[in-house]
């Protein structure tokens, strides 16, 4: 720390931040500390330039480059040896993974007309990258099953479960048939992993325009929009059990690893899935007959939706080279200068489904640039306090293969070692928004106040909370009005963050700007740089933001002297989430009441045309009371534990450097204790109880999901089961911040007093 | 009433009603009255053919038969004859109304491209009456202005005032272009109204598909729904100020009536306007440019919608035939064989803009029916004691002219005598629909409990409330679970009760069914008995069942002793109203707050990407508080003296003759109460105080107009002026029932008496 700031007073005044920022206090640091903080980010913002990330995206999405491609593995390269020049010590970690690419796809509506699908989007004039023809992957859904059907086709809307239930009021069975679902609502690998759960044999994921096409706005290349023949490629992994190696679950797929056979890995969808676009689908929703569509399922193509079955009927063929494939992560580490064994760990996937200049390349490239600035820090004389370690992950794309292998692999020395896992992918223009651990809420809060918004000059936190002020909810509009933080979503899964969080219990943020970049480029051969820079980022001045905002987190983390977590953020937040299931059971338990008064009063037979042949609903188990009293008891406790935590760390005087040092291990471990080595109910890689990827929304996060699945599923012994799991951790957790708390006591002196070093 | 219940004794056992039934009561019958009057109904519903309905409506919708047509004539004369056999004094009762029909009807898209519309629908060979080109009016706006106008084209989605400050914010303005509007959301004549307001020169209406046509179902002939080239035809006629013939406002359009100047009638609309089909309306869409729509704009044809204005741009020529045309009302009295002064009075309309088999004729031929079977039973002696009046009514369609005009030509006589105007218009199949005055809610609601639907078997109204059960409001489904009364809703206009109730303060009622007969036909050729018998009543069960509810209505009210208002309804309505319009006042004064909260704190300009250019919106001017003391305590009077009056009619032993006549005298005519001479601001017309149709929604109703329209438009001290106007209306209603329930007393002997003649 001497170093640091005997360099920090050789700065010269130019350099200095506005004193209004400078004045800012930071968590984790001492006012003096916080004043030499804001001066380092201050030179780092100063780094950092646009050009470079232009630069670099041209180069990483002029060709495609997914896993186990030529151009993919030269981009891994070309990667490693920036970051070494960068002065970061780099490895290009391998590992062996299974990705299907597609042999044989078939497509043809066979009855009542015949239809061939193109199954291809042509190439662009206005868009080198779409030229690329030899090297692109065609249009398919990785993990799909091999295999061969010919049926009437069923619509099914999103495919989510309550859509079957419409289908199956409507007499609708899809055992047997070939389902056309929409994109969007769920994540993709939930639709056939619903379809066949309910006997589809085959399954077509379209893009409805209402959705992703003209609708939304012009198409390309006149707009950024889904044109006709646009297609979203995408795995189909039953992430949801796991995500990674399907071969080599929670172990890393090194080369000599284990490995199950294809057939029997869970994770691999049951029956063929093929993705297509609105062109290819019009003609066979067209040829639908059968009951009209219910309102709401109609898309914006200009027909009457029906549900069939048939008479259209499709012939489906589909086979992969099922081949083990080298992933490519680049991890380049930048030794801590004080405490080398901790770590921050800053990632992005570098691979992409064609050229993927947005996803992920525009996050990789903000990645880069910070990366490459605190490089230049070091060079300076200001190194990183903390380790700091860059990665860029291959193979996210069909089911985060590379980051997950290498958590796995790494997973004894990132649980000793790893702070937190900062997450970025790809990114626009717009309003930060930022998922992770709750007890990063407030000094992530401090770091978005720090950071002008490029388009409006406030900071991206006040632009942000202007968002919230105008289209926030009840709850949102409140916490904008009274100037409080800005909340963070919860993590479901979707990107890199995963195995840091859920797998490991690694503290981790999710970040990236958005709101005002949509487009229908995602996963198709038009995520281009000609497409990226006309409309999301054009001048990547959201990409420098992102730069500023994930590496002042970085150096924030990497320097604080006391880490900066904070657990009244996320007792508040838990408190909420146990009002959020206690509200749950009882409205599960008045409509179920209300539901079977209905059916037993007749009024779905009375309310309902005839003609429509709508059978009533099924009736709904009763919904017990559940016993909510461990979790809320723990809530209390956990609230009042982290308010003691926090006032005998504010009034802590002054710190030796021994106690220091066990304090903060022992805050970069306090995510851990809200795993369980069991995981989830049947779901054991699944294994932090707090944050989850949502059995049936894929993507889409469950908070509390042990009780919370438990419930919406109608386990109710389960429920109350995953209650007392979940209290028991959070007593543990409490007890730890007690602990915490005891041994700060001797040093909390005044009851007002500031942190010293 | 001697000879009534005599005969009834002479009812063969076999015809008597289910005893469930007759043991119910029915207000302002003694109990032996309700006996005798549920024999006589199911004499009645005995009597009613399904066949008739058929047969009439072939004939009746055989041919074009609008206004002023050669067909429509003889439909009257046909109906006279009809009503005359039997047994009603019958008149055709002509006026001499203005009425326009196109002599031009140009339109062309003439820049970028050129696109001439077809402005036509097609004959089908499936639907004969399609085929009468010769006698179709082609699709127009009646009340269109003369003129020509080329400019260039605005998207303004249903041309709302809110739609207009959307394109505002986005530097669009209408002046000196054409209107390119969407039907739906308002009454067709609000949309060139508020178009001229804003300076548009012309104004284009199409039918999107999303609101009518495939996107709701298959289009006809396949399905209901409207073809690609359906056109929706009606009046544009400002009838939210004056309804009726434009020329003569407020009385009767005789042939020797001083007439108005065509250009000092208000009610004409100030700028063309023409009606077009979505295949005439695509290309123009596709032309546009400028901003795409904002996302809630967009309909269902396969484009991205623009605002414009322009590239596209319009030549649009309208010019009109403005020749007087007679209206020929048949009128069909049957008198009271005991209070021939007192009238019930019952009407539908029977011009159609072409065929009309649904709008109007299944109303028509359904109340031929319930005439022809209450002539019958007068004829075996059971005449009603009451006169009843059938009305069929001539030029509905271009602005309730042969209803009006007749109203306003016997203004005096029907203020004297008129007790109930029940009015009905197209009928289809499903769920009952009532709206009218809540004086008449719980008499409505006895009527409907004994009549069955005819799909279910449940009396009509349970198969309501179960709808309302299912899919109502929370307010609805409270009171379904409750069995409370099925509430009436507040008629706002559209349909010929508007000159009874919002002119002369007669009490009225507006009958049908619905929910399951959607369709695309409304004001199209292809409204035909073809599309009508496959589409929308099968068998013309409904038409029976509205035979049978509107007859009930026609023969109790034409019975009973006392006549059946109930004020508590009425005065719990008002409380409810009052109550809404409080929170009006009380939103609007949020709403303006957090507005210019939002403005001074740059909300708008933080949280709206700069590229979109979307200016904030307006400041909004601060909301006082506003007294409404004076109606609260009008309301609770009300409420203690409908209760008083209850009390004492319910505790009432018996009536003397004389007593209860000018009791019935004074019960028709509460209603009249509630109307000022005056009239509401701005349209003296509408005299009546707590129904009117919304001044910017047409058709929809604006329940306590004065204060409620005043606090939408910001005019607090006319808010407070027209609060206290209601307050005073609604304390003399309350002085009359005071009134009128010290008049009952000397009859009131015992506390829970039951009323005798």
Redesign the interface.
């Known amino acids: 720390m001497k170093t640091f700031l005997l360099l920090c007073a050789l700065v010269p005044v130019l350099l200095l931040p506005p004193a209004s920022l400078e004045a800012q206090p930071i968590s984790g640091f001492s006012p003096e500390g916080a004043a030499a903080q804001h001066q380092l980010e201050a030179r780092f913002d100063q780094l950092l330039r646009a050009q470079n990330l232009d630069d670099w995206m041209k180069h990483l999405a002029a060709r495609p480059h997914h896993v186990g491609s030529e151009y993919g593995r030269q981009n891994a390269r070309f990667m490693a040896r920036l970051f070494e020049s960068w002065g970061y010590e780099t490895q290009i970690v391998r590992y062996e993974v299974l990705f299907p690419t597609p042999r044989i796809r078939e497509l043809q509506l066979v009855a009542p007309t015949r239809f061939t699908p193109v199954l291809q989007e042509p190439p662009l004039e206005e868009d080198p990258a779409s030229q690329l023809t030899g090297e692109q992957l065609p249009p398919y859904n990785a993990f799909s099953a091999d295999g061969e059907a010919e049926a009437e086709l069923v619509y099914v809307n999103y495919g989510l479960p309550d859509d079957y239930e419409q289908l199956q009021r409507r007499g609708i069975d899809v055992k047997g048939k070939i389902v056309i679902v929409k994109y969007g609502r769920s994540w993709r690998g939930i639709k056939p992993k619903v379809a066949a759960e309910h006997g589809a044999i085959g399954c077509i994921i379209y893009s409805d325009?209402a959705d992703d096409g003209?609708?939304?706005?012009?198409?390309y290349p006149k707009?950024p929009?889904k044109n006709e023949y646009g297609v979203q490629r995408g795995s189909v992994l039953d992430m949801p059990l796991y995500p990674g190696d399907p071969l080599t679950p929670a172990y890393g797929a090194t080369a000599t690893a284990d490995r199950l056979e294809r057939e029997a890995a869970p994770t691999i969808a049951k029956i063929p899935v093929l993705p297509i676009s609105y062109h290819d689908a019009l003609p066979m929703l067209q040829a639908l007959q059968g009951p009209?569509a219910p309102?709401d399922w109609?898309g914006?193509?200009?027909?009457?939706y029906h549900l069939g079955p048939g008479p259209a009927k499709a012939h489906l063929k589909l086979a992969f080279d099922w081949k083990l494939t080298p992933a490519y992560n680049v991890i380049a580490t930048l030794p801590g200068s004080t405490w080398p064994d901790q770590w921050i760990i800053r990632g992005n996937h570098h691979d992409a489904w064609v050229n993927g200049a947005a996803d992920p390349i525009s996050g990789m490239v903000a990645l880069m640039e910070e990366a490459r600035a605190i490089g230049e820090l070091a060079k300076m004389g200001l190194p990183p306090r903390r380790t700091v370690v860059y990665c860029a992950w291959d193979a996210e794309e069909p089911g985060l293969l590379g980051s997950t292998e290498w958590a796995e692999d790494h997973a004894a020395e990132l649980k000793e070692k790893a702070v937190v896992y900062i997450n970025t992918d790809g990114n626009g223009?717009?309003f930060i928004r930022a998922g992770g651990s709750h007890s990063l809420q407030r000094f992530f809060n401090e770091v978005i106040r720090d950071v002008p918004d490029p388009?409006?000059g406030?900071s991206v936190a006040?632009?942000a909370r202007?968002?919230m002020?105008?289209?926030g909810n009840a709850q949102e509009r409140k916490l904008a009005a009274e100037e409080k933080d800005l909340p963070l979503y919860a993590l479901g899964s979707g990107s890199d963050y995963t195995p840091f969080i859920q797998h490991l219990g690694i503290a981790a943020l999710n970040l990236g700007f958005g709101?005002?970049n949509a487009g229908g480029e995602y996963h198709s051969i038009y995520d281009s740089y000609h497409h990226f820079t006309r409309f999301k980022d054009p001048g990547f001045q959201y990409g420098i933001a992102l730069a500023q905002t994930a590496g002042s987190c970085v150096l924030r983390l990497a320097n604080a002297e006391i880490l900066p977590h904070n657990f009244q953020d996320f007792s508040q937040t838990i408190a909420q989430y146990t009002q959020e299931i206690e509200t749950l059971s009882r409205q599960l338990r008045e409509e179920a009441e209300r539901h079977n008064h209905?059916l037993e009063?007749?009024?779905?037979?009375?309310?309902?045309?005839?003609?429509l042949k709508l059978q009533p609903p099924k009736p709904k188990e009763e919904v017990p009371y559940i016993n909510f009293a461990p979790l809320d008891n723990a809530v209390v406790r956990l609230r009042r534990s982290a308010a003691a935590f926090h006032q005998q760390l504010d009034a802590a005087q002054s710190l030796p450097e021994e106690l220091r040092l066990r304090l903060n291990q022992q805050l970069q471990q306090m995510e851990q204790l809200l795993t369980r080595e069991e995981g989830l109910p049947g779901r054991p890689w699944y294994k932090h109880h707090i944050y989850a990827p949502g059995f049936y929304t894929g993507y889409g996060v469950k908070t509390l999901p042990g009780p919370r699945e438990a419930l919406e599923a109608g386990h109710w012994q389960q429920a109350e089961k995953q209650i007392a799991i979940l209290a028991e951790l959070l007593e543990t957790y409490s007890s730890q911040l007690d602990q915490l708390a005891t041994s700060l006591s001797p040093a909390a002196g005044g009851r007002q007093g500031t942190l010293k070093k």
């Open positions: 325009p003209y609708a939304r706005g012009e198409v707009g929009f009209v309102a109609r914006a193509l200009p027909i009457t223009r717009g388009q409006t406030v006040e632009r202007a968002r002020m105008l289209t709101g005002e209905l009063k007749g009024v779905y037979a009375l309310a309902t045309d005839p003609k």
